[in-house]
């Protein structure tokens, strides 16, 4: 008896002493353990949740904010970002690119040549985080360089010097070329190593490009800033992989960001008719298009009976019905009071700005600002700490929350 409880007593204190590091790595290898191990009823990964998307409230727009307009009179304001003197450079899909400084839009010289087909066009635009010390811009288009008829997405760099872009270089071109003028993604985000992510869609090829490593398309892309590839990207060692890929499986992102507090890449995509989704973006990682899905064809039939499969991701989140999200922003300033780090999606197809209040389960209630404006094609949080979007057949505006 005399031994066991001497045993108990050993063990006790040894537990106690484990350092909080040693704590933290035992949860750390839980999780992966979880994520490891799938549940063989329902095939979800035990890491994982199914999102309780029907029991989730849509709030109507409050109309409990103000809405200022930044620049008026544009057609397709698809892309936009700040330079660190506050200038706002924004594109025209048409192929524009365009100055803002507060007064005046003056048109940028020597953009690359864009192939303007259907979704396609000149697209996102991103401010390099280092900018000026980094003095580089970059966009993402619609190319019909390379091999074939039709485009592609490209990716690339220049130099902003009076109001001309210089010294251009494609970082990426992806191929083979179609006429197809559907799912080019195109959104850019950056992690805080200084990694450079891009979306490629699947470009109307559903059985072919997203589950193909060796094939472009339906997958997110990791480089560093000046176009080479990581060595630490996933696929690196499959052979005949596109090695700046991180995901595959994608449909369409048009929306990814960084999450202020986390610092984690998130995501969302069309889906089909119902199933347009939000990812937390995870290197390696399959998020199922088009073998699971909670969607169905437009033409209403549907394509696949299963939400879920070993090997495959959840969503965080998903729509039924699409709402057909462009623009991804959170928001991070606590002059919004409730608003703040709520996660912003534009909707193309209800022509309102969606809000979603998160917490660590998931999406809790969804509400609608600014509802009936039009298609809002982008969204995003400027220097200023406020929220702008970009509003198709209108132009770009600021909202604050009025106090
Ligand atoms: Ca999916």
Known sequence: MRAYLFLFFAISLFTQCKS????????QSNQEE?????????NVRNDQKVPDVENIPLIEDQKDY?????VEGLTNPWGMDWLPNGDLLYTEKEGKLYRFDGTTSQPIKGVPEVYVRGQGGLLDISVHPSYPEKPFIYLSYASSEGTGEGGN?????????????V???????????????????????????G??????????????????????GGKIYRIYDDGRIPESNPFTDVEGAKTAAYTYGNRNPQGMTRHPESGKIISHEHGPRGGDEINYIRAGANYGWPVISYGINYSGSKFTEITAKEGMEQPFYYWVPSIAPSGFAIIDNPDYGSWDGNF??????FQYLEMLYVDEKGVNKREK????????????????????????????????RKS
């Open 20 to 27: 909080n590091q040693e704590q933290s790595n035992q949860e």
């Open 34 to 42: 979880l994520a490891e191990t799938v549940n063989p009823t329902t």
């Open 66 to 70: 103000d809405v200022t307009p930044i």
């Open 153 to 165: 997405t490209a990716i690339a760099r220049a130099q902003l010097k009076e109001d001309q872009l």
């Open 167 to 193: 010294d251009l270089e494609v970082l990426y071109n992806a191929v083979p070329n179609t006429k197809k003028g559907q799912h080019f993604g195109s959104r850019f985000a950056w992690d805080e190593e």
């Open 195 to 216: 990694f450079l992510y891009f979306t490629i869609g699947e470009r109307g090829e559903r059985e072919v490009n997203p589950q193909d490593l060796t094939r472009d």
């Open 344 to 349: 912003l999606v534009g909707s193309l197809k």
């Open 369 to 400: 600002l600014v509802d009936g404006i039009g298609r809002l094609r982008n969204v995003k949080m400027g220097p200023d700490g406020h929220i702008y979007i970009g509003v198709e057949g209108k132009g770009i505006m600021k909202i604050t």
